[in-house]
């Protein structure tokens, strides 16, 4: 397979065209190091958003079952086995999902109009 030759890089001189290159290069690592340094803020936040959500969730709990303050990490487990291994829990999880669902589809469905109507509030 041949390549075309470009007439902007046949008019270089050998110093010109290796010049050209070490600045392509740097400007190749400056991206993978943005790139890298990206990545970790979007796990960091990841990872924060896990942690938070994690707690709300915690404290519901807690909020709901108060003495559960008082048990250890074992029984805790224990507890939330057997309200997973429930149908009814199941069931009633599973309506709330759906619920929240409808509502999503619902609101961007309702942000899709607005949109298409030209307003933004």
């Given at each position: 397979?041949?390549?075309?030759?470009?007439?902007?890089?046949e008019?270089?001189?050998?110093?010109e065209?290796?010049?050209?290159?070490?600045?392509?290069?740097?400007?190749?690592e400056?991206a993978i190091?943005n790139?890298?340094i990206?990545?970790q803020?979007?796990?960091?936040?990841?990872?924060?958003?896990r942690?938070?959500?994690?707690i709300v969730k915690g404290?519901?709990?807690?909020?709901?079952f108060?003495?559960s303050?008082d048990?250890?990490?074992?029984?805790?487990q224990d507890v939330?086995?057997?309200?997973?291994n429930?149908s009814?829990?199941?069931?009633?999880?599973?309506?709330?999902?759906i619920a929240?669902l409808?509502?999503?589809?619902?609101?961007i469905a309702e942000?899709v109009?607005?949109?298409e109507?030209g307003d933004?509030?």
């Open positions: 397979m041949s390549r075309a030759k470009n007439p902007k890089y008019s270089m001189s050998l110093e065209l290796r010049a050209n290159m070490e600045k392509s290069k740097k400007e190749l400056h190091h790139k890298n990206l990545e803020r979007k796990r960091i936040v990841e990872r924060k958003e942690s938070h959500r994690l404290a519901e709990f807690e909020k709901a108060p003495l303050r048990l250890e990490q074992e029984e805790v939330m086995e057997q309200l997973q429930s009814y829990n199941k069931s009633i999880v599973r309506q709330v999902y929240a409808h509502k999503e589809q619902q609101q942000a109009e607005r949109a109507k933004d509030s």
